[in-house]
Structure formats: C-alpha cells, structure tokens
C-alpha cells in the first residue's frame, strides 16, 4: 500500500521462497494452480487463503499461451488481457490485493497516476469497478495515441481522466507534489500505482513459470524480455531466485541504451530518454536496475547469466516484415526488439530453448506497424467496441492549484 518507502528506495524481499518442489510436478498444473502456489507464499502473512484464492480467481483471468515461431524460438504471448499489454496482470492483481486491503476501513482510497499511455489504461481498467478505491489518471494532452486515449477516458464509475495541458513530465510533477501536500493529504487517502510497486512484480513472476510448464524441455533456456524500466525481467529474476530453472537472461532495449552500455563500460550513466517506435520502453534510468543489482551484487556476477543489447528502430521494423513473411507470424514493435535479443544470443548459443517475451497485442500499435507490412492490421473485438465509445476526460491546466482543488472538491 505504501508503494514506495520513506527513504526513497525500493521495496526487496527479505526472504525470497523456494519453489523447487512446485518446479519439479509443474507440468500437470494450471495457470492459476501455480499463480497460487506462490501467491500463498508471499501473501500468506496477511492473507486467508480463501482471499488469495479470490485474487488469483479475478486478476490472472486470461491465458498467457506459448507459441512456436520456429525451431528453437517460442513467444510467450502476455496480451490477452482487457487492454492487451502485460501490464494487465500487475495492474489486476495489484488491485484485487489493495481491495482486499482498504475493505476493513471506510475512507476511499484515491489512487494517484501519470501515464505517458500503457500504464494508466492497464491500471484504470484493473480498478474498475473496485469497492472503496478511485483512480485518477493524469494524460499529456494529445500526447497519447487515439486508441490509449480511448482505453483511458471511457470507463466511468470509479475511473476519472484529466487531460492536462502539458507533458508526460508535467503530470508527473502535479502527482509528485500531490504526495508532497500535508494539507490535501489530511483531507483525502493519496496512494500511488507506480510501476515500481513490488505488488506489480510479483504476479509477473507468475507467468514465468507457467511458460516453463508450458515449453516443456530437458535443454537449458534462454528468456529475452524487451525491455524499459526493466520490472518485467526483475519478476524473471525473482522467478529463477525461487527455483525456476533459466540459465540465462536477455534484456532487449530499444535506442534507450543505459543498460547495455552498463554492461559493457561497467559504469552506469542514467540518460535522458529518446523516443522510439517501442514508446513503452524510452525510459533513459530504469528504476528497477537497482533491485537487480541488490540481487547480483556487482556488474560482473551479472554478466554472467544477464546480458543487454540495443536496436535501433529500423531494425524493430526489418524484425516485424520477416517474422510476417516467414513465419506467418505479427509482432508489435516491442516483442520484436525480444526477439531481436533473443536471436542475437541464440547465434552463439545454438544449444538453447528460446523464449521471448510478447508484451503487447500488435493491434495497439497498428499506426507503426501497417506502413511496415502494407497490410491492415485486424483489430480484436476489444478494441473496436473501446474506438466506438465517447471520450470522457475532464480538461486540467497544468496548474497544481487547480489539481488540488478539483482533488478536494470532488473527493473529500
Ligand atoms: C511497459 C512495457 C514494456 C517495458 O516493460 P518494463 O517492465 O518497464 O521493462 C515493454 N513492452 C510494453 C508493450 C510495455 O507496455
């Protein structure tokens, strides 16, 4: 609930539990049977059983399926949730556990959120409709494309939009100094949903090892996951620290090249982030290199099952047009940049079984992806049912005043 500790560092484990014995019956289990296993494992301190297994049973609702692209390369597609990225099932379990937290008490609870796009309609929609708990997401004003914008601004209930005149880094600094003003915080229950948040990582460890039962292989295995602000590759290192068996990770990055370079010049230089084809990952200081650095210790333990490579956007589109042509197989600009990484490191380890992460539904990023292929892009019933809905959002000036009195006005 806290999202953040006061010393401004990063939530760890102090223990991290051992699921060897889970590892090794796997095979017979299903999604939300491993989900739980390990679900009870953390949560069990505070947490009935019966709650947890209400968590499971509402937020890892959806398949995460293991495809086949060729010999020795397997997608693990993690887009079949309601805004078809995998930030669904952060976002949802997030949610069903905070739920579970603020029923016992009878204030609201209002949940704080700037989104340069992905982020906010993973968590609007994992807070829909949830009992005692608001979410309001602030958007840069014509700074998200049509079809995010639509994700955000047309569920209603408990879910508020606030199209800010300004940029993504303006609406991060109205929620930063929300959190920093005593007097609204007196008056209303502020929390954050921050990408960050440990809640967040730990139902994507989850997925991780379903892939495992699903790939189903005596050799050793590889994961590359495209990645930004690297949560997602952290839940794979949680994975293998609780038993699972991967020998090796690939962190695929776009341009935004702070961690390869790490890995290379042993020196870490945070950079301001440069935009991309793969939006969702031009983050220029990954706040989660910290936690895989408390896990490694040093630069050089890392590099031995961590490695980080970087392509360029025109090589993201050569990846999409191929794997379309080849394979018979549609990529979004993010998976390519994992499949990119994989392949790279598949060269010299032929030995291996692949995996990479699929992170998002191509149909989202249609706009990039039919120049590329010359096609149309078919659009899941999902999305077209969000097109056809009005936008509702309510227009804020970039203005902390202004934010405050509307929090105080319509929440207190
Ligand atoms: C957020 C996001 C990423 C990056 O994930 P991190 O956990 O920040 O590394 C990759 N792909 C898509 C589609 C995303 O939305």
């Not at 047309?154 to 508020?160: A, E, G, P, R, V």
């Not at 800010?164 to 007097?183: E, I, P």
């Not at 659009?379 to 000036?397: F, Y």
């Amino acid at each position: 609930m806290n999202g953040l500790p006061d010393d401004n560092g990063l939530y760890m484990p102090n223990e991290i539990p051992n699921h060897e014995r889970l590892v090794k019956g796997i095979r017979e289990l299903s999604f939300k049977d491993i989900s739980f296993v390990i679900a009870k494992s953390v949560l069990s301190d505070d947490f009935k059983d019966s709650e947890i297994e209400d968590i499971i049973d509402k937020s890892i609702s959806f398949d995460s399926p293991v495809v086949n692209i060729n010999e020795n390369i397997n997608i693990l597609e993690l887009f079949h949730g309601p805004t078809l990225a995998f930030k669904d099932f952060g976002a949802r379990f997030m949610a069903r556990t905070m739920e579970n937290a603020v029923s016992s008490k009878d204030k609201e609870l209002n949940i704080l959120v700037a989104t340069s796009g992905d982020t906010g309609s993973a968590v609007a929609h994992g807070f829909y409709d949830v009992e005692g708990i608001n979410v309001i997401i602030l958007y840069p004003s014509g700074k998200v494309s049509n079809i995010q914008e639509k994700q955000l601004t047309t569920l209603d209930k408990n879910i508020f939009a606030l199209e800010v005149a300004g940029t993504f880094d303006d609406c991060q600094n109205l929620v930063k100094q929300a959190f920093l003003d005593k007097k609204l915080r007196k008056n209303i229950d502020v929390s954050s949903a921050n990408s960050i948040n440990i809640a967040r990582l730990i139902p994507q460890s989850f997925y991780y090892f379903n892939a495992y039962a699903k790939l189903n292989t005596r050799k050793k295995i590889a994961v590359s996951v495209p990645s930004g602000n690297f949560g997602n590759i952290t839940a794979g290192i949680l994975a293998k620290l609780m038993g699972l068996p991967i020998e090796h990770f690939i962190a695929s990055t776009n341009n935004n090249k702070t961690v390869p370079e790490f890995l290379t010049k042993n020196i870490y230089v945070p950079k301001k982030s440069i935009s991309t084809i793969s939006n969702a990952m031009d983050v220029g200081d990954p706040s989660n290199m910290k936690r895989i650095l408390d896990i490694y210790k040093n630069v050089e333990n890392l590099k031995k099952e961590f490695s980080s490579w970087s392509f360029t956007d025109s090589e993201t589109k050569e990846c999409i047009l191929h794997t379309l042509q080849n394979y018979s197989y549609l990529l979004d600009p993010h998976s390519s940049v994992g499949l990119l990484g994989l392949r790279k490191f598949l060269e010299s380890h032929e030995e291996f079984e692949g995996l990479f992460l699929g992170t998002a539904h191509p149909a989202k990023f249609a706009d990039i992806i039919e120049p590329i292929i010359s096609e149309t892009v078919k659009m899941p019933e999902s999305l077209k049912s969000v097109i056809d809905k009005e936008k509702k959002s309510i227009a804020l000036n970039n203005d902390y005043d202004e934010f405050s009195d509307y929090l105080l006005t319509k929440f207190k």
